[in-house]
Structure formats: structure tokens, C-alpha cells
């Protein structure tokens, strides 16, 4: 289909390792999003993209965590010396423009679930 | 941001409507209600949004009380499908303040 996809779908890592995620949005959405989700609760939000430049990193928990979208389409979610309190589902969202000048609808993906040992 | 109140948790019996509440007594003139909900093991999708009139669509009904401090998402006739973790969510509509905040929502049990 030609919806939100993010890779991988799982990753199990050791405590201290570098881990990249990945989001290829819809095609033509400019607008991109991170969020996290830990076990029983709702998504929490890390970052946004509007085109290659972020918007809103206000969400990022700490500087081991940093994203990119160099040509305004795929992201990568970076997260360095990873911590067991990383494990999550990191789920990635676009909007075929800022929400703001729309309906607000955003299409998520399934989500990468990382763990971390 | 302005903050939503859902119950944590409700059931409803297969193939009977379902309202499933919120409250959001901070709301301000510029915020629209939104909807998104979470299928197991999957990410949240959209349901509904609305303003201040009552909305429909094929999956829903969102009915916004007069005051706007409260509104109820309706589903007609619940199926097993249904059952999902249902978010309200506040969106400003100002420029720049992109960010959905999603609280812990309802979790929708359907007994067959």
C-alpha cells in the first residue's frame, strides 16, 4: 500500500549500542512526525519536520536522541548509547501539510518496537 | 496545551451504539476536537475532528456540547472490529503549534 512505512518493525539492542530508525512517509506529505509510546500509555511526541527542517524538537527526551530528514521525504530517528528506559514503540506519522492548514489528520505507521536489554 | 478527561476504560455489547465521552472544560475559541484511535498492535489512526457543529462520517459522529467543554464520539453500531483505544485530543489551530498531545484515552472493550 502507499501508507506511512517504518523500519525495522522490531530491534533488540544491548544497553549502550547505536540504534537508527527509519520512516518513509507518504508520498507528497510534507509534514513529519515522531512519537513515542511506552507500554499502557499514548503516544508522546519527540519531534516534527515541515519539509528537511525541524520544526519542533521540542518532545526529544535528551541530546542521545536526534533526528533527520535530509531531503524532505524519508526520516531517521537516532538514538545513541542506548538506555533500558528506550525501550518503546517509536511510531512515525505524515500530513500532506503543516496540520495547522488542514484537517489535522495525521496517517501513522506501525511503529518500530525497540528493545533495549 | 489544553488538557482532555476520558474514562480509562468502557464495554459495550456487539452491534449496539457506543458514546464514548470527554471533557475538556479548558478549551479555547481556536482548539478543534479530534478523534484518533489505536487497533491493537497498530499505530493510532483518525476517526473525526469537528469545531463546533456536530460532524459525521463513515466511521463516526462527534457530538459537541453547546459549550464546546465536552463532546462524545458515537459509534452507531459497535463491532468487534471497534475495539481500540480511543484518544480526544486538542488541536490550536494557530500556525506553527503542529503537535497532536494524546492522553491515555479509553480503552473499548466489545463483547460479542
Known amino acids: 500500500g502507499a501508507g506511512v512505512s517504518q523500519t525495522p518493525s522490531n530491534k533488540v539492542t544491548e544497553k549502550g549500542k547505536y540504534v537508527e530508525l527509519r520512516c518513509d512517509p507518504i508520498?507528497?506529505?510534507?509534514?513529519l512526525y515522531w512519537y513515542r509510546q511506552s507500554l499502557g500509555q499514548g503516544p508522546e511526541f519527540l519531534i516534527y519536520f515541515q519539509g528537511t527542517g525541524a520544526a519542533d524538537d521540542s518532545g526529544l527526551p535528551n541530546d542521545r536522541f536526534f533526528a533527520v530528514r535530509p531531503e524532505g521525504s524519508v526520516s531517521t530517528l537516532k538514538i545513541q548509547r542506548t538506555e533500558r528506559g528506550d525501550s518503546a514503540v517509536y511510531l512515525c506519522a505524515s500530513s500532506l501539510t503543516a496540520t495547522s492548514l488542514n484537517t489535522g489528520e495525521l496517517f501513522f505507521g506501525e511503529g518500530s518496537r525497540l528493545t533495549v536489554l | 496545551d489544553a488538557k482532555t478527561t476520558q474514562p480509562n476504560s468502557m464495554e459495550s455489547n456487539e452491534e449496539e451504539p457506543v458514546h464514548l465521552p470527554c471533557n475538556h472544560s479548558?478549551?479555547?475559541?481556536?482548539?478543534?476536537i479530534h478523534w484518533y484511535r489505536q487497533l491493537p498492535s497498530q499505530g493510532p489512526e483518525y476517526v473525526i475532528h469537528?469545531?463546533?457543529s456536530n460532524v459525521n462520517n463513515r466511521m463516526a459522529s462527534l457530538a459537541i456540547a453547546e459549550d464546546r467543554k465536552s463532546s462524545t464520539l458515537i459509534l452507531h453500531r459497535a463491532t468487534l472490529r471497534d475495539a481500540a483505544v480511543y484518544y480526544c485530543?486538542?488541536?490550536?489551530?494557530?500556525?506553527?503549534?503542529?503537535?497532536?498531545?494524546f492522553g491515555t484515552g479509553t480503552r473499548l472493550t466489545i463483547i460479542p
Open positions: 469537528g469545531l463546533t
Open positions: 479548558t478549551i479555547s475559541g481556536t482548539d478543534y
Open positions: 485530543i486538542l488541536r490550536g489551530r494557530n500556525f506553527g503549534n503542529e503537535k497532536l498531545t
Open positions: 508520498s507528497g506529505h510534507t509534514a
